[in-house]
DNA sequence: TGGGCGATTGGTAGCGCTAACATCTGTGCC
DNA sequence: GGCACAGATGTTAGCGCTACCAATCGCCCA
């Protein structure tokens, strides 16, 4: 049988019947731009190869200044845009880092997606996100399954449970992945906040305010968070020779605060309560009013976070202030050496920052002035 | 430039250079599978050609249910994850929408962001998303473009001012566009919430409630939602005939509300105020409260948007819910139509809904049983 | 003055997938 | 029984870019 040799396509022949009969330099015809430009047009254009055009576009040191130039005249005049997927086809590397999130509306977890999106952006990077309702192995799987099925060249995974992390790090294989938030212990490369640090800082601040003990309302059990705040407020009681009262839970939710703050008020020799985020201590504080109690005059309050709103509560909150977006940012920084290097140690966590406010006073003491 | 590195992670780096001899024709180690497999390997383990594979992952119909499962078996066996770059650069769509938010932790921009989110992946798409700092031309073309250089196949714009996207729209040729939020005027498919038939609905509870004037704390200026807010509570106190007090301008921040309710408790003759937000509406309470007057005893006051919080608020506010989830889902509804049908209809805007709460009282009524 | 070296540039061959055809079954019908 | 026809599968040729190597050029030193 002939095999009919199908016409070589020479180059300049290019694809294009329309184009060919569209002179170069012509003014740019209504029905010529069919298609956008391509690097064979920019590279026609400016006299070169599509070789150097890609050089030039990859910012490769040897092209000469002039010729670099002429390219960037052309890729100007074209509008061209180089063409993404056919990039990371040929590259293997997608310029995109993944984001796996827990869909909350919780100030901190979308402050430090930020915090890692400008970081990436910053280093030339594009963002694709997926977050999860729920926080387990499958969902969590799900999500960096189909951010993987992208070809992200990384992940960033801020997740408040690093238990559930074990599983990923091998259904992302080959993919540089660092944890933001969660606790450092997961065994991938992590970027936090010290929790337990802050936790002790705001019990001592009660205890140092003279209160017998603190209480404490908790978030979920198994946030690392939660635990680590916990687990402050607990050594803080025990230097301080303090009983440790049964904890409440709360999940985070002003709602639940609210709650947790209808049980304190049941007990008569609560003084001092330290909540683990400032929308459950917002929470706290309405039921401690409505129940009779004043704030800070009868019962002492401290928060976590430092929300923007925390500073306009009524009375403005004391409160334990975490960086957010540094927290992003760090694990970016963390994520963009696992890519170039394989390195796997997690950055020094960041210790949270007291910020006192009204909400807090000496035991016993009916302020006077405080208003 | 180096090419991968398989940089063993052990620590025994002595390792690695042992594993160079590996001879070939030995059992499949773990070392083996160095690549992912193609869909040529599926084609051949499942005993078809590729083409078949390919057909089977697209859920073309034409291929024998016993010829899909023996494709969809050798998937599964082999862990064959299809590569996104190539069948982008061979179908032209990249399965992918893009999201161009305003960067800012309000509450409605980034529920609105879930919203577009989670619709997205519910129809299959994957999710890119590019935040600006600042919303105009520029930043919000070169978020775009940078969405372009993606090529997305849509590109929804949550932004709060529509006059903005004018440009866009030429930037983005040939990429489905549709904004979330701003005003429906903007030329392009839009979903929105009606903000006059909410700040009208707000300012007539206040005036139901006998008070003479409603004051209004206004979001900034160039927003379209502060723009629609003003306009429902202008009309709603001219069908009341009543005198329309100056305006107090705030940038949606609890400090700006602050701010904005200490000068308003320099006016005696204030009774009632909408503010335009629920963050606003705190720290106008705060400043109130702590120039001496009492919410709602002195003064009522109506929010906006309400938060998850507001209801905790002391007192808890009344505000008008929007739902921002909706937003997002609705514009991505819009998304896929444009996608699909090129039709550049916006739907209906929503109308947000009233929240009564304690913090309005009816007008020099001391409240008695309130709290 | 000739060979060699580095800096520049070009050609070729894919990256992994799918559209569009070509081919091969099996079926129903006259 | 043969032919049209539709369903199921295979073959070919790119999608637009870059890695790799080859070719070319200018320039230096022996």
Same mark, same amino acid.
């Given at each position: ?77 074209? &509008?061209?845009?180089?063409?993404? !997927?056919? *990039?990371? +086809?040929?590259? =293997?590397?997608?310029? @995109?880092?993944?984001? %796996? #999130? ?93 929790? &337990?640090?802050?936790?002790?800082? !705001?019990? *001592?601040? +009660?205890?140092? =305010?003279?209160?017998? @003990?603190?209480?404490? %309302? #908790? ?101 334990? *202030? ?50």
């Amino acid at each position: 049988m002939e095999v009919d040799q199908p016409q070589v396509s020479a180059p300049g022949t290019g694809a294009s019947t329309a184009a060919i009969e569209n002179p170069p330099g012509a003014a740019p015809s209504p029905e010529a731009a069919r298609t956008s430009p391509l690097m064979t047009d920019v590279a026609r254009a400016a006299g070169v190869s599509p070789m150097t055009v890609s050089r030039v576009l990859n910012g490769h040191p040897s092209v000469r200044p002039e010729t670099r130039q002429k390219v960037l005249e052309a890729v100007e005049r074209l &509008e061209y845009r180089r063409n993404s !997927a056919a *990039r990371t +086809l040929a590259t =293997r590397r997608s310029q @995109t880092i993944g984001v %796996v #999130a827990f869909d909350s509306t919780f100030y901190g977890q979308a402050a430090c997606v930020r915090g890692v999106e400008h970081a990436a952006r910053a280093a030339g990077y594009f963002v694709s996100i997926a977050t999860v309702k729920e926080v387990n192995e499958r969902s969590l799987g799900e999500a960096s399954d189909s951010l993987v099925a992208q070809s992200v060249d990384g992940l960033v995974v801020v997740t408040p449970r690093a238990s559930v992390l074990e599983e990923l790090r091998e259904r992302a294989v080959g993919v540089a992945m660092v944890v933001a938030g969660g606790s450092p212990h997961s065994g991938l490369p992590t970027a936090s906040a010290d929790q &337990e640090a802050g936790g002790r800082r !705001a019990t *001592r601040h +009660l205890l140092f =305010r003279g209160h017998e @003990t603190v209480w404490h %309302v #908790a978030g979920p059990e198994d946030w690392d968070d939660s635990h680590g705040r916990l687990v402050g407020w607990q050594s803080a009681l025990a230097d301080a020779g303090a009983i440790e009262p049964r904890v409440i839970r709360g999940d985070w939710t002003a709602a639940s605060g609210y709650q947790a703050g209808l049980e304190l008020a049941r007990h008569r020799d609560v003084t001092a309560v330290f909540v683990a985020n400032d929308q459950m201590a917002l929470g706290v504080m309405l039921a401690l009013k409505q129940s009779g109690r004043r704030v800070p005059e009868d019962v002492s309050v401290v928060g976590f976070d430092d929300i923007p709103e925390a500073a306009f509560f009524d009375p403005p909150l004391t409160t334990i *202030r975490q960086d957010f977006e540094e927290l992003g940012r760090r694990s970016m920084r963390l994520l963009l050496q696992a890519m170039e290097t394989g390195s796997v140690a997690s950055s020094a966590p960041v210790i949270p920052e007291f910020v006192g406010r009204l909400s807090t006073a000496d035991a016993g003491a009916v302020a006077n002035g405080l208003r």
